[in-house]
């Protein structure tokens, strides 16, 4: 058989890709490696430093600061993944109905993914410490100003975090709804199915697979907030809403933990991809079932 020859196409793509391939490995895979390798040492960000074996990583599972942020950042997630997905679907189901200036309403709601985390999270701290406790000072929780109460200031960071993620994940659940033929909901309506049984039926199953992405995204996206919680409350009160990146940031880049916090970092990566994977397979079978 004659080899094959590489058109000046096929070289044209290569060409491509390299830049690409190599500006990937030198600004995330080498930075990843070299992360490893110090999870393994007592480098504090400066000066010498010995290999300490897994110390650190044993460390970790020991440290209640570290557990806590583990714990507010699954709570966090699962809350805002929750409420996301339920009022993206919502509200893409109503863009994608018969409505006036359903286009322009499509790019209202859009708005929110272009903006800066870091901006929209200061003007929703002035809000939440100012404003609000000035128009709902009837409700005690709002009136005292809820991102100093220790117990419900991270709501308002779900808050905030659910606002701005809805724009993308309506995006994804709209782009579902439109593969769906009218002709299904109209032989459904024939046949006296109601709107529940429609959405039951014929709806959610075959969005299925744009469920499965915005949860995982979703999940994965929650579980490393950190531009809201700078924003809000930078952790505090004390640290109740001290999420992992955060106590990564902090402890790595200024705490003199540089070593401690890498480990603590390639295990917050495990974490993430196992639950990623677990997410894919519990979704992708359920896809299967419909």
């Not at 714990?71 to 009022?87: C, D, H, K, P």
């Not at 992405?213 to 952790?235: E, P, R, Y």
């Not at 809403?241 to 540089?258: D, K, N, P």
Request: proline share 4%; aromatic share 18%.
């Amino acid at each position: 058989m004659p080899p094959v020859k590489v058109g000046r196409a096929q070289r044209t793509f290569y060409w491509m890709v390299w830049p690409a391939v190599i500006a990937f490995f030198l600004f995330h895979t080498i930075p990843v490696l070299v992360g490893i390798f110090y999870s393994f040492t007592n480098y504090a960000g400066y000066g010498a430093w010995n290999f300490v074996g897994v110390s650190n990583y044993v460390n970790l599972f020991k440290d209640d600061r570290v557990l806590a942020a583990y714990g507010f950042s699954f709570l966090f997630a699962i809350a805002a993944t929750v409420l996301t997905n339920a009022i993206s679907l919502a509200i893409a189901m109503g863009l994608n109905a018969k409505i006036m200036a359903r286009n322009l309403w499509r790019g209202v709601y859009f708005v929110p993914y272009v903006l800066a985390a870091l901006v929209i999270g200061y003007v929703f701290q002035f809000l939440f410490s100012s404003s609000l406790p000035k128009i709902l000072s009837g409700i005690p929780l709002i009136a005292d100003n809820i991102l100093t109460n220790e117990t419900w200031a991270w709501t308002a960071i779900v808050a905030l975090a659910v606002w701005q993620a809805c724009a993308f994940t309506i995006i994804i659940y709209l782009s579902g709804l439109q593969t769906i033929p009218r002709e299904l909901y109209e032989a459904a309506s024939l046949d006296g199915a109601k709107p529940w049984r429609q959405f039951s039926s014929i709806t959610f199953p075959l969005i299925s697979a744009f469920f499965t992405i915005n949860v995982v995204l979703s999940l994965k996206g929650f579980l490393q907030v950190f531009d809201q919680i700078v924003a809000l409350t930078n952790g505090g009160p004390g640290t109740a809403t001290e999420s992992v990146t955060l106590l990564i940031f902090r402890g790595g880049f200024s705490g003199g933990e540089f070593a401690y916090q890498s480990a603590n970092a390639v295990v917050f990566f495990i974490v993430i991809t196992i639950v990623s994977l677990f997410q894919f397979k519990v979704l992708q079978r359920r896809e299967a079932d419909f």
